[in-house]
C-alpha cells in the first residue's frame, strides 16, 4: 500500500510538472518587446509591423512603416488573413491590451512569431528609438 501512495504521488508530480512546461512553451511564442528590441527586430528581421488601434487612432499617430489593421473592427478576422503567418509580426496599439487581446487571436490564428510592444505606442511615443508620425 504505501508504494502504491508513493508511485500515485510521484505520478501527480511528473503529471504537474509536464502541465506546466506546455503552459510555458504556449507563452513563449508571444514575446513582449521594449522600443529598443522592437528597433532591433526591424533591423534584423523582415517584420510585419501592425497597428491595431481604429483608422482615426491610426491617423492622429503611428509607428512608421506600421499597417492599420483595427482590433474592433469586424472584419479583423478576415483582416489579418491578408498577413503571412511565416513572418513575424510586431503588435501594438495605445497602451498594450488590444494587441495582447491581438496577439492571442494571432497565435490562435497559426502564426509563427509574434512580438508585442510593452505599453504600447503611449509608453514610447517620446522614445528616441521609435520613429513616430504624427498629424500635423
Request: hydrophobic content about 35%; charged content about 35%; proline content about 2%.
Amino acid at each position: 500500500m504505501k508504494k502504491l501512495a508513493i508511485v500515485c504521488c510521484l505520478l501527480v508530480t511528473i503529471s504537474f510538472g509536464v502541465s506546466c512546461v506546455d503552459s510555458k512553451l504556449e507563452n513563449a511564442e508571444v514575446k513582449l518587446v521594449t522600443a529598443e528590441e522592437m528597433e532591433s527586430i526591424l533591423e534584423l528581421e523582415d517584420v510585419q509591423l501592425v497597428d491595431v488601434r481604429t483608422p482615426k487612432e491610426y491617423d492622429e499617430i503611428r509607428i512608421a512603416n506600421s499597417q492599420n489593421i483595427d482590433f474592433q473592427s469586424p472584419t479583423f478576422d478576415e483582416d489579418i488573413t491578408k498577413l503571412d503567418k511565416s513572418k513575424p509580426v510586431i503588435l501594438y496599439c495605445k497602451s498594450g491590451r488590444r494587441s495582447a487581446k491581438c496577439a492571442k487571436k494571432l497565435k490562435e490564428a497559426g502564426f509563427e512569431k509574434i512580438y508585442d510592444l510593452d505599453g504600447g505606442i503611449s509608453k514610447w511615443k517620446h522614445s528616441d528609438k521609435i520613429k513616430v508620425e504624427v498629424k500635423s
